[in-house]
């Protein structure tokens, strides 16, 4: 059913990982390169096994481990630019984290919840919290700051948020 706690509390979840990954990667391109911060956040697939053994006690077989050992090595080979690490990438790493976590989290609601209500929830989430982050940090004069200023905003704006957000997430949902 639509309203169902269960549906609200998963999908609450998800958007709560997901709002973590958006907001360190936001707050890690400040201090990175986005080449950088990007070879960063791919390690989110190399952390899936990591953290369904430590948190969820799951068996991962050899072979995973040693894919995940050699994916990691390759990332940071391609992600490095001779430059040491900074805080930025300390905060794509955090993005990386919450990203597993939402793969994760997914993987176990998708069995329980019809895929458009759960990715509903999830972006409904993701954008209470987006909209209370943008008040409470950047302190807009006025709520027309926050509303795009052109047409061709607008376009980018709603391109961004249907297309490369809810669609694309709407998708992971169903293929999960």
């Known amino acids: 059913e639509a309203g169902s706690a ?3 509390m998963a999908g609450g979840w998800l958007g709560l990982w997901t709002f973590a990954g958006y907001a360190m990667q936001s707050v890690g ?3 990175t390169s986005a080449s950088r911060s990007a070879f960063i956040l791919y390690l989110n697939v190399k952390f899936v096994p990591i953290i369904a053994r430590v948190i969820y006690g799951r068996k991962i077989s050899q072979r995973t481990w040693i894919s995940a050992a050699v994916a990691l090595v390759g990332t940071a080979l391609l992600g490095s630019d ?3 690490p900074n805080l930025g990438d300390a905060w794509s790493l ?3 984290v919450a990203s597993a976590f939402f793969i994760l989290s997914l993987e176990a609601a998708a069995r329980e919840h019809k895929s458009a209500q759960l990715n509903a929830v999830s972006q409904l989430t993701v954008a209470l919290l987006s909209g209370a982050w943008v008040l409470l940090l950047d302190h807009p004069a006025s709520l027309w700051e926050l509303f795009p200023s052109s047409q061709s905003e607008a376009l980018i704006a709603v391109y961004l948020g249907v297309v490369t957000t809810a669609l ?3 998708l992971q949902t ?3």
Request: hydrophobic share 40%; glycine share 22%; net charge neutral.
């Open 6 to 8: 269960g549906v609200w």
């Open 29 to 31: 391109l400040q201090y």
């Open 82 to 84: 001779g430059s040491p």
């Open 94 to 96: 955090g993005a990386a």
């Open 168 to 170: 694309t997430s709407f």
């Open 174 to 176: 169903v293929g999960q």
